[in-house]
């Protein structure tokens, strides 16, 4: 199976589920910018609920514009303010302090384009994950995929997704005594639980994942 998808930061789990059992991904290069998505925005365990980490856009979020040209706005310092959260939320887990360097090493480095920083953290997860991926790119928009060779993931949105899943496979979460379980948060929280467990986690829970 070919896995169609946007370019998403730090998707959600089983986006990444979906990943592991594909042949290939191709990234499509040819759509326009879409509110309400994944495409600027992940989400993360926290004391209280979920929280949103998204990426501001110069122009705002209502833009029409292709997903390769929506500019970063940088001024925010959003960079280090997803860091310095992430370094609050998940100082305590288990496998943090291993992926925290090179963590701190992407989220320093400045993109001027949404997409720019999308692929590296995507590419980030692929070398945490050792996975052997190839990755290629839709410059030519096709609505439609034949879906008995193609998983087109491209309409996928939170609201929907967050909440589709009747039994999600538990791992550990840091603050599940006080929140309950979240299911399908950004494949950050279950590498920061895992580590080097996670692509085995991923592939031996698949049946439940399923988009």
């Known amino acids: 199976m070919i896995l169609i998808s946007s370019c998403i930061p730090f998707g959600p789990i089983n986006w990444w589920a979906h990943l592991l059992e594909s042949e290939c991904l191709i990234i499509d290069r040819s759509e326009y910018y879409e509110k309400i998505s994944y495409r600027n925005r992940y989400y993360i365990a926290g004391p209280n609920n979920p929280i949103m980490l998204s990426m ?26 997803h860091y310095k959260t992430l370094c609050t939320v998940y100082k305590k887990s288990a496998f943090f302090e291993y992926y925290q360097p090179d963590l701190e090493r992407l989220f320093k480095t400045e993109f001027t384009y949404l997409y720019e920083f999308n692929l590296a953290s995507i590419q980030w997860v692929v070398k945490m994950l050792k996975l052997k991926l190839d990755i290629s790119f839709a410059d030519t928009y096709s609505p439609t995929y034949p879906e008995s060779t193609h998983c087109d993931l491209r309409s996928l949105k939170p609201a929907i997704n967050q909440n589709k899943f009747s039994f999600f ?7 599940e005594a006080q929140i309950g379980f979240q299911p399908n948060l950004s494949i950050l929280d279950l590498l920061f639980s895992e580590g080097p467990n996670t692509a085995k986690w991923l592939r031996e829970n698949i049946q439940h994942l399923a988009i």
């Open 56 to 81: 501001p856009l110069l122009m705002g979020r209502n833009q029409r514009t292709l997903m390769p040209e929506v500019a970063i706005h940088n001024d925010t310092q959003w960079g280090l303010q």
């Open 169 to 175: 496979p538990h791992y550990y979460q840091l603050f």
